[in-house]
């Protein structure tokens, strides 16, 4: 999964950048309200994290118009006021969270696992093709009855290939997702870590290929190859 992060305080951005990459998250992050508001538009997130005051645009404003273009991201709000009043009015504006400053890193990692369910909510939390299964709850993968470990990124890539099952998923739609920064466009990292992946899955000799490649596309995941 990937997210957001708008929070003008580096001394607070960098140990949560940390804590969310080390729970499996993939982060873009800055503190500028602005250039949150663009990143947010560009590119879909599972969860944004907002601070309400930042500089160029005041968090209230980055959600106000996030709304108004019809983006649906869940928002958790970071604030350092507690009245009643502020959590009303942030709610009321559309954010689906509200978490005060100075908060437990394990709780805010809670609470955005808890908004990333809730996106998916009207979807099992077990994604299913042919023999290969993912518990997004448990972030455990079988096939054949096998257990597979992944590494946090290839397990964010298999996740993002099954929910968009029988799809086809360009590179940079892959890039956008999976990764926290920017890749070349020379740069084959997609490439190698969906290698990775096909062998990672291939339990046996007898495991029927499931991630298939369309030329000049992307690739898709599906039980039939297409």
Aim: proline content about 4%; some cysteine; hydrophobic content about 45%.
């Amino acid at each position: 999964m990937k997210l957001l992060l708008v929070e003008d305080s580096e001394a607070l951005r960098r140990p949560v950048i940390k804590a969310l990459k080390a729970s499996g998250f993939a982060v873009d992050a800055t503190g500028d309200g602005q250039e949150g508001l663009w990143m947010a538009l560009e590119h879909d997130y599972d969860v944004i994290i907002l601070d309400i005051m930042l500089p160029s645009l005041d968090g209230r404003d980055v959600l106000k118009q996030l709304r108004e273009a019809n983006n649906e991201s869940p928002v958790l709000f970071l604030t350092a006021k507690d009245a009643i009043e502020d959590r009303v009015a942030g709610l009321r504006l559309g954010a689906d969270d509200y978490l005060v400053k100075s908060f437990a890193i394990e709780e805010l990692i809670a609470r955005v696992e808890a908004l990333a369910r809730r996106k998916y909510q009207n979807r099992s939390p077990k994604l299913v093709v042919a023999d290969l299964e993912l518990d997004r709850s448990a972030k455990t993968v079988m096939r054949a009855q096998q257990s597979i470990s992944l590494p946090s990124q290839l397990f964010a890539l298999l996740e993002y290939l099954m929910l968009n099952t029988n799809k086809v998923i360009s590179r940079t739609q892959i890039e956008q997702h999976i990764y926290d920064e920017q890749v070349s466009p020379s740069s084959n990292v997609v490439d190698t870590a969906v290698c990775a992946l096909r062998k990672a899955i291939s339990v046996s000799s007898n495991s029927a290929p499931l991630i298939h490649t369309r030329r000049g596309m992307g690739y898709m995941i599906s039980a039939e190859k297409p």
